[in-house]
């Protein structure tokens, strides 16, 4: 865990908070997490990055139910396909 000063703090609670707005994120009860931290720039200012190393290394990948066949052409009956020319 990386300590950040208190603008850098600042700075990700207004990033963390305009995201929730947006609704580009939303609040999660899980264990893992994904580091943050600044770079700085030539022109001497700091942009954020994430690191999302950690959290790769422990998502299971293609978890998750998958539909029965069946159910799937039985669907894909009642349903009109629009596209755009």
């Given amino acids: 865990m990386y300590s950040l ?13 305009e995201q929730l707005k947006k609704r580009y994120i939303r609040p999660s009860k899980s264990p893992q997490t994904a580091l943050v931290f600044f770079i700085g720039k030539k022109n001497g200012k700091k942009y954020m990055i994430q690191d999302y190393w950690y959290l790769n290394k422990w998502t299971i990948k293609n978890n998750y139910p998958l539909s029965l066949i069946s159910d799937i052409v039985e669907n ?3 349903k009109k396909v629009f596209t755009l020319s």
């Fill in 5 to 17: 000063l208190r603008e850098e703090r600042e700075e990700v609670h207004e990033f963390i908070q």
């Fill in 76 to 78: 894909i009956g009642t």
